[in-house]
Each structure stands twice: as C-alpha cells, then as structure tokens.
C-alpha cells in the first residue's frame, strides 16, 4: 500500500525488502468472513491493513476496528475473532522475527 504524503509508510516496499530473518504473510479475509483467532500465528506479529476493515473482537463482546493503514500488534490482546463485515476483502500483512515467531 502507498499512500500519498511524506509521512506515508510505504508496507509494500517494507514486506519486500525486508531481510530473510523476518517472516511475512498475508491473511485475506473475504466479505463476511469470521476467523478463529490462534495466539500462537500471530505471536510478536506486526499487522499492517492493506485493504478493507477488520473487527477484533474480545470475550465479553469488546472490540474494535481497524481499516487501511492501520497498525496493530495482537500481542497481549484478549482477541477471540477477527471479522469482515465490510463489502470488500480485508487483507492483513503479518510480519515478525523468525527468531521470536513461534
């Protein structure tokens, strides 16, 4: 993603020329879509929206949403879903240390 503005954060270029020892990959989750939250795919991961809108959703019925350019770091986080409610695809990049990544 590439936004327009000298503060914008090139993630595309980031992901790609990031070293061999950080691992990457792309969730996508259609329209509509629930997925069960797994702490351990997403441990020490920096998660970057590239396109649509996510809700996080913690027990208890708490949650928030987060959409393109948004930055989050589940760790820590009570998240028991993450969902799509928007009418296009949301699409996730995780990125971490191979070293911390389990």
């Known amino acids: 993603m590439t936004e327009s503005g000298a503060d914008s954060l090139d993630v595309t270029r980031i ?13 996508e989750l259609a329209s509509g879509a ?29 949650g928030h949403r987060f959409g393109p350019g948004d930055v989050v770091c589940f760790t820590r986080l009570p998240v028991r879903t993450l969902h799509n409610r928007g009418a296009v695809p949301a699409r996730l990049l995780a990125m971490w240390r191979h070293a911390a990544h389990r």
């Open 15 to 27: 992901a790609g020329s990031a070293p061999p020892s950080f691992g990457r990959r792309v969730v």
């Open 34 to 62: 629930e997925l069960a939250f797994d702490p351990a795919s997403w441990q020490d991961a920096i998660v970057f929206v590239l396109a649509g809108e996510v809700d996080v959703q913690c027990p208890g019925g708490a």
